[in-house]
Nanobody
Framework: QVQLVESGGGLVQPGGSLRLSCAASGSIFSNYAMGWYRQAPGKQRELVARITNGGSTNYADSVKGRFTISRDNAKNTVYLQMNSLTPEDTAVYYC???????????????WGQGTQVTVSS
């Protein structure tokens, strides 16, 4: 069984910063990509940032230059440093990981429970 546990969400003023963390645990054979999606009320879930185990990254245009994704492969943990936050960043942020579990034959996506980020004065 593989689990993803997120932390770091909360309320922040416009222009502020937050750092999200997500740790994958359990029977992990291989962990390829990890990343973050977000979903605002009334909107579709969208990719925010993604990073592979080799360090390749990609970002949504709306967060480039403000957000930085990183990971610790040894800890199966991904981080999202969010700076210069705006009210438009308000959403539930979901962590995901593309993992091949021990004893498994293929990779599949696993998801965290979501953490609320609210940007408001």
């Amino acid at each position: 069984q593989v689990q993803l546990v997120e932390s770091g969400g909360g309320l922040v003023q416009p222009g502020g910063s937050l750092r999200l963390s997500c740790a994958a645990s359990g029977s992990i054979f291989s962990n390829y990509a990890m990343g973050w999606y977000r979903q605002a009320p009334g909107k579709q879930r969208e990719l925010v940032a993604r990073i592979t185990n080799g360090g390749s990254t990609n970002y949504a245009d709306s967060v480039k230059g403000r957000f930085t994704i990183s990971r610790d492969n040894a800890k199966n943990t991904v981080y999202l440093q969010m700076n210069s936050l705006t009210p438009e960043d308000t959403a539930v942020y979901y962590c995901y990981a593309d993992i091949k579990p021990s004893g498994g034959s293929y990779f599949r996506d696993y998801w965290g429970q979501g953490t609320q980020v609210t940007v408001s004065s």
